[in-house]
C-alpha cells in the first residue's frame, strides 16, 4: 500500500483522510513540520509516499491525477505531492534541507487560493520546487476546470469549496479518460458510449489488460468466424471485430479513467492491435478458401501494405522528434495544414482520408458481413493505397520545405529502425562511404526497386534472383554507411520493409506451390512484429532490440538473402519451399517473440501508452 503523510494536523471536519484512503493510501499525521523525516523514513522505500497538506481543498480526481500516476517519478499539484522510490533520496533530501533546524521560519505556511504550484509558502509545493532543483522531472498535470488549492483564511476556503462543489468531478474524469485526438468513428460512434464501459470495468476492479486480452480474444474469435466461410461466419465476424474495437477503445479509456499503467500493459498495447488485424486477414482468406476462391496474396499485400504505412509514420517522426537539438516544423506545408485546421469540418475530413484504426476496422466489418473477403481486401487495398500516398507525399512535402536540423538521436533511431544485419555490417565496414543529401534514400530505393523488379519479372527460381538479393545488400549496407540526416532519409525503412516484404510476397506468388502463400504470411508477420517491437522500444527511449538479436534474425538484408536462396533451391521441389518458408518463419518468430515478452515483462522495459496510434 501507498503512504500519505500529512504536513501538519487533520482539520477538523474534513474529508481529506477518507478521500486519501479511497485513493489506496495509508494515512499519517505529522505534528509538526520537523516530524516528516521520520515518518518518511518509516515509510518502505520502496513504496510510493505522498505529501500532503492538511488544508488542502479540491477534487478528488486531482488528487488522482497527482499522486497515483504510475508513469512520473514524482507529481504534485498544489498542496500534494507523490514521489515514487526512484525519487525517494531526493524527497528525503528536500524534507530535510526545509524542515531541519537551518529551515526558514515559513515552512509551514499557507498560500492563497491559485497560488502556483511553486509557491513560496506551502511546504509540498516547496519540496516540489526543491525537488526540480535537484534534477528530478516532477510531473503537473493539467488540471483544467478541477480546484486544487491550499486556501489562506476561511474566506479563501469558502471560495475554494465553492469551486469544488460547481465542478462535476466525475464528469471530468469521464471526459478525460478520452483521448483527446482520434479519428471520427471513433469519437462519434464509440467513445460516447465506450468511457461508460470503461466506468463499468473500474468499479469491478477489472484490469486494462485483462480488457485488451478480451479485445484480442474477440478478434481471433471473429476471425474463426470469417474462416467458416459461410455468410452467417462473415456476419458474426464482422459483429464481432466492431466489438473487439470498442473493447480496444476502452482498455485506453480504463487506464486513463484509473491511472493504471504498466510496462505489461504497454507491450500489449502496442502489439495486440496489429496482432488482431493480421489474424482477422488470415480468417478471411482461410473462409474464402472454403469457398473456393484463393485470396491469400491480397491478405498478404494488405499486411504488406498496411505495416509499410506504420513504418512511414514511425519513420517521420522519429526524424523530426523536437527537443532541445531540434527545431519546430517551419515548412509552408505544414502552415498549410495549420490553417486547415482551423477550419472544423476540415480536420474530420483529414483524419478519415487517411483510414485510421477505427474507420479501416469499421469498413472491414462492414464489407466482410455483405460481400465477399476478394471484395474485403479489393477496397481496403484501394483505401490503404490512396491513404499511403497522402500521407507520405505531405510528409515529402514537409521535409523538403523544413528548415530543420537533425539530430543525433533522430539519426541513431533511423539506423535501428533500418534493422540492419552483417551483411550489411560487413558493407558498412568499409571504407567507402556514400555521401550527399539524397544518396542515402536514392541507394535505398535503387536496391529495393531492383530486388522486387527481378522477384517480379523473372521466373521462379532463377539464378538472377541471388544476384538481385546480394546487391541489395550490398546497397543497403551503403545506405546506412552515413548518418542518416538527411531531409529525407527517413525514407531509409520504409523502402527496407516494402523491399523485404514485397519479395517475400513475389516468390510466394509466383512459386504456384501449395501453402507457399500462407507460409510467406506467417513468415511476414513474424517479421512485421520484430519491427514493430523495434519501434516501440525506440518510442520508450530503450533503444532497439539488442545486436545479437538483430544479428541472429539476419536483419532485413539477410533474410531476403536466405529467402532468395531457398527459392532457386527448391524451385523444382514443390512443398518444400512451402516448408522451408514455414520453418524459417517459427524460427524468427520464436527468436523475437520471446525475448520481447523477456524486455517488456522485465524492470526495465518503458511504460509506452501511444496515445497518438497511427493509422
Not at 471526459?175 to 461508460?196: E, L, M, N, W
Request: proline share 5%; charged share 15%.
Amino acid at each position: 500500500m501507498s503512504t500519505a503523510i500529512l504536513t501538519g494536523l487533520p482539520v477538523p471536519g474534513s474529508q481529506l483522510g477518507p478521500e486519501l484512503r479511497s485513493l489506496g493510501f495509508d494515512v499519517r499525521s505529522a505534528q509538526r513540520p520537523e516530524d516528516l523525516p521520520g515518518l518518511l523514513a518509516e515509510v518502505p522505500s520502496g513504496e510510493r509516499v505522498a505529501l500532503v497538506d492538511p488544508s488542502f481543498v479540491g477534487h478528488t480526481h486531482a488528487l488522482r491525477l497527482a499522486l497515483t500516476d504510475p508513469r512520473f517519478p514524482a507529481a504534485a499539484v498544489t498542496g500534494a505531492l507523490a514521489v515514487q522510490a526512484e525519487a525517494r533520496p531526493a524527497l528525503t533530501r528536500a524534507l530535510a534541507d526545509l524542515t531541519g533546524p537551518a529551515a526558514p521560519a515559513a515552512a509551514g505556511a499557507s498560500v492563497a487560493v491559485n497560488a502556483p504550484a511553486t509557491g513560496a509558502g506551502v511546504l509540498t509545493d516547496r519540496v516540489a520546487s526543491a525537488l526540480e532543483d535537484g534534477g528530478v522531472a516532477v510531473h503537473r498535470p493539467e488540471l483544467g476546470s478541477l480546484v486544487a488549492t491550499v486556501p489562506a483564511g476561511p474566506e479563501a476556503g469558502f471560495a475554494a469549496r465553492k469551486a469544488v462543489d460547481a465542478v462535476d468531478d466525475e464528469a471530468v474524469r469521464l471526459r478525460t479518460a478520452v483521448k483527446s485526438r482520434d479519428g471520427f468513428f471513433t469519437t462519434f460512434c464509440i467513445s460516447p458510449y465506450s468511457r461508460y464501459l470503461a466506468r463499468w470495468c473500474a468499479r469491478r476492479g477489472l484490469t486494462p489488460n485483462q480488457v485488451t486480452t478480451a479485445s484480442l480474444l474477440t478478434a481471433l474469435i471473429a476471425a474463426g468466424c470469417a474462416a467458416t466461410g459461410t455468410r452467417g461466419g462473415f456476419v458474426a465476424a464482422g459483429l464481432l471485430l466492431l466489438f473487439s474495437f470498442v473493447l480496444d477503445c476502452t482498455d485506453g479509456q480504463l487506464a486513463r479513467y484509473s491511472l493504471q499503467y504498466s510496462t505489461l500493459g504497454a507491450w500489449l498495447d502496442a502489439t495486440f492491435d496489429r496482432a488482431k488485424e493480421y489474424a482477422y486477414y488470415a480468417g478471411l482468406a482461410l473462409g474464402a478458401a472454403r469457398g473456393g476462391d484463393d485470396v491469400w496474396a491480397l491478405a498478404l499485400g494488405a499486411m504488406v501494405l498496411q505495416t509499410c504505412r506504420h513504418v512511414v509514420d514511425f519513420s517521420f517522426n522519429e526524424a523530426h522528434v523536437v527537443g532541445t537539438d531540434a527545431t519546430a516544423n517551419t515548412s509552408p506545408t505544414a502552415a498549410l495544414s495549420d490553417r486547415l485546421d482551423a477550419v472544423g469540418w476540415t480536420v474530420w475530413v483529414r483524419r478519415m482520408i487517411v483510414l485510421p484504426i477505427g474507420e479501416r476496422w469499421a469498413m472491414i466489418a462492414v464489407l466482410t458481413a455483405v460481400t465477399t473477403p476478394r471484395t474485403v481486401f479489393y477496397v481496403l487495398l484501394i483505401g490503404c493505397a490512396f491513404a499511403a500516398c497522402y500521407t507520405t507525399a505531405g510528409r515529402v512535402l514537409r521535409s523538403l520545405t523544413r528548415r530543420a536540423t537533425r539530430t543525433d538521436r533522430s539519426a541513431r533511431a533511423l539506423a535501428e529502425l533500418a534493422d540492419s544485419g552483417p551483411l550489411a555490417e560487413l558493407v558498412t565496414a568499409g571504407r567507402f562511404r556514400i555521401k550527399g543529401a539524397w544518396t542515402a534514400p536514392l541507394t535505398a530505393a535503387v536496391g529495393a526497386a531492383a530486388l522486387v523488379s527481378v522477384a517480379l519479372t523473372q521466373p521462379f527460381g532463377s539464378r538472377q534472383m541471388i544476384v538481385a538479393a546480394a546487391f541489395y545488400a550490398i546497397a543497403s549496407g551503403l545506405a546506412v554507411s552515413a548518418p542518416l540526416k538527411g531531409a529525407l532519409d527517413w525514407l531509409v525503412p520504409p523502402f527496407f520493409r516494402a523491399a523485404e516484404y514485397g519479395t517475400v510476397l513475389a516468390l510466394a506468388a509466383r512459386s504456384e506451390v501449395n501453402g507457399a502463400l500462407p507460409a510467406a504470411f506467417g513468415l511476414v508477420a513474424a517479421v512485421a512484429y520484430h519491427h514493430y517491437d523495434t519501434v516501440y522500444r525506440i518510442k520508450g527511449g530503450s533503444g532497439a532490440p539488442p545486436r545479437w538479436l538483430v544479428r541472429l534474425a539476419g536483419g532485413h538484408e539477410g533474410r531476403t538473402l536466405v529467402v532468395a536462396v531457398l527459392a532457386a533451391a527448391l524451385a523444382d521441389r514443390g512443398t518444400d519451399f512451402t516448408l522451408a518458408l514455414t520453418a524459417l518463419a517459427v524460427a524468427i518468430a520464436l527468436l523475437v517473440v520471446v525475448e520481447s515478452i523477456r524486455f517488456w515483462v522485465s524492470s526495465g522495459a518503458p511504460a509506452v501508452h501511444d496515445e497518438g496510434e497511427p493509422a
